[in-house]
């Protein structure tokens, strides 16, 4: 195959291919070529709303999962502290039985573990998306603009019309979706009859 590469008026570099030397030649340009050809494959590989869901499930349960075992971390590491502690059972602690003031330092240490989770998770799910993680984090936008704007107003809820799902983070698919839609159009029915 031979080719070769001419300047042509506009000042785009033209190559010329010959296949077979003398039968065929081809004129394309490169910045056509290549634009074209990088537009095709981000077509083909743009994230459905599918994906979305997927994707998002799988963030929901990395963080879930780095929240229990960083809870999980921190009451080991207080218990570590707290066991070697010398305890007079006769005196209290800020003005409590010592035995309530370290199991409340435990589910403390526990509870601040939990909430350090979604730190850890959210780098863990970056490093295993850094391919999707941009067309993710647009598709991400949209579907929170989406949400804010279909959103029901929640001043006018009551015990017998309950606000559906306010943040939509139980909306885990299309069809969850369009249900949630179907119940937020049915809170807006109900609280235009009862006022």
Same mark, same amino acid.
């Given at each position: 195959? /031979?080719? +070769?590469?001419?300047?042509?008026?506009?000042?785009?570099?033209?190559?010329?291919? #010959?296949?077979?030397?003398? $039968?065929?030649?081809?004129?394309?340009?490169?910045? $056509?070529?290549?634009? #074209?050809?990088?537009?095709?494959?981000?077509?083909?590989?743009?994230?459905?709303?599918?994906?979305?869901?997927?994707?998002?499930? +799988? +963030?929901?349960?990395?963080?879930?999962?780095? #929240?229990? &075992? $960083?809870?999980?971390?921190?009451?080991?590491?207080?218990?570590?502290?707290?066991?070697?502690?010398? /305890?007079?059972?006769? +005196? $209290?602690?800020?003005?409590?039985?010592?035995?309530?003031?370290?199991?409340?330092?435990?589910?403390?240490?526990?509870?601040?573990?939990?909430? &350090?989770? %979604?730190?850890?998770?959210?780098? /863990?799910?970056?490093?295993?998306?850094?391919?999707?993680? %941009?067309?993710?984090?647009?598709?991400?936008?949209?579907?929170?603009?989406?949400?804010?704007?279909?959103?029901?107003?929640?001043?006018?809820?009551? &015990?017998?019309?309950?606000? %559906?799902?306010?943040?939509?983070?139980? /909306?885990?698919?299309?069809?969850?979706?369009?249900?949630?839609?179907?119940?937020?159009?049915?809170?807006?029915?109900?609280?235009?009859?009862?006022?």
């Amino acid at each position: 195959m /031979i080719t +070769q590469c001419a300047k042509s008026v506009c000042g785009r570099k033209l190559v010329v291919v #010959s296949r077979v030397p003398g $039968t065929f030649f081809g004129l394309r340009s490169l910045a $056509t070529s290549t634009s #074209s050809s990088n537009g095709g494959s981000t077509n083909l590989n743009a994230l459905t709303w599918t994906d979305f869901f997927q994707m998002r499930k +799988q +963030q929901r349960r990395i963080n879930v999962g780095s #929240s229990i &075992f $960083t809870a999980f971390l921190g009451c080991n590491a207080s218990w570590a502290y707290l066991s070697t502690m010398e /305890i007079d059972p006769t +005196q $209290t602690i800020l003005g409590f039985d010592p035995l309530v003031v370290i199991s409340g330092a435990l589910a403390a240490s526990g509870a601040l573990g939990y909430l &350090f989770g %979604p730190l850890i998770g959210s780098q /863990i799910f970056t490093l295993s998306n850094k391919k999707k993680l %941009p067309e993710f984090d647009a598709k991400n936008k949209e579907f929170l603009r989406k949400i804010s704007t279909n959103r029901v107003d929640a001043s006018s809820q009551s &015990f017998s019309n309950p606000v %559906p799902d306010y943040y939509g983070e139980k /909306i885990g698919s299309i069809g969850e979706y369009r249900q949630w839609l179907r119940d937020c159009h049915a809170y807006r029915r109900k609280a235009k009859e009862f006022l």
